[in-house]
Nanobody
């Protein structure tokens, strides 16, 4: 059973924008905080943005002011609006769910990792 499906990645020039979407199964989405992670080649997966069921958000310092996470509870979907993209944002982006923001930070996620969506930012 597919639980998380990410989409919206692509190739963009530095300074450009992309909007990522993550469709989640209801059992994963409902009642859980949602987060966007990314993994660059040779690097560990890192949490870049997270949102609680009440809409409280948190961001990694590297993306603060440029990325915006949001969720549509009616559609079981979480989004990541990425503006002012930089080459260092290049990575595969994944979403997942967890009980709360701390659990997301500790990667104590409840969903199976999806395929992710590739974001490539050229200089």
């Amino acid at each position: 059973q597919v639980q998380l499906v990410e989409s919206g990645g692509g190739l963009v020039q530095a300074g450009g924008s992309l909007r990522l979407s993550c469709a989640a199964s209801g059992s994963i989405f409902s009642g859980n905080a949602m987060g966007w992670y990314r993994q660059a080649p040779g690097e560990q997966r890192e949490l870049v943005a997270s949102i609680t069921i009440y809409g409280y958000t948190n961001y990694a310092d590297s993306v603060k002011g440029r990325f915006t996470i949001s969720r549509d509870n009616a559609k079981n979907t979480v989004y990541l609006q990425m503006n002012s993209l930089k080459p260092e944002d290049t990575a595969v982006y994944y979403c997942n769910a967890a009980k709360n923001l701390i659990a997301l930070q500790l990667s104590r996620t409840v969903g199976s990792w999806g395929q992710g969506t590739q974001v490539t930012v050229s200089s």
